[in-house]
């Protein structure tokens, strides 16, 4: 075999090698990507979930405390510290996050 058949063999198994490479790094990093809005979304859906939970807790400790109690008695009868009854009536208060607004994760931790 001639020098230059070796040089061009080697350049186009090099290549090849290369372009194997590229194309499982290209497929990793979309593997990635994938797992990433997965978590994402998960997270998303568990904080939109907590922020429903919270907002009819608000709503149900605002009633007990209607019915006679004040919020520091009907924090005590669900054996919450005052300061979380009170954020839990605020989250009352507020409307229901329609899809596309402000994330659940601000209404959650009150950050709004």
Known sequence: MAMNEIRQQARRTAAERVARLRQQRADLVKKQEELS??????????????????????AALKELASSGLSLTQAAQWCDLVDKDAARLVKLAAQPAIAEGGPTARETVSGDR
């Open 37 to 58: 809005a997965t978590v994402m979304t998960a997270l998303a859906e568990r904080d939109a979930v907590i922020a429903d939970t919270e907002r009819r807790a608000g």
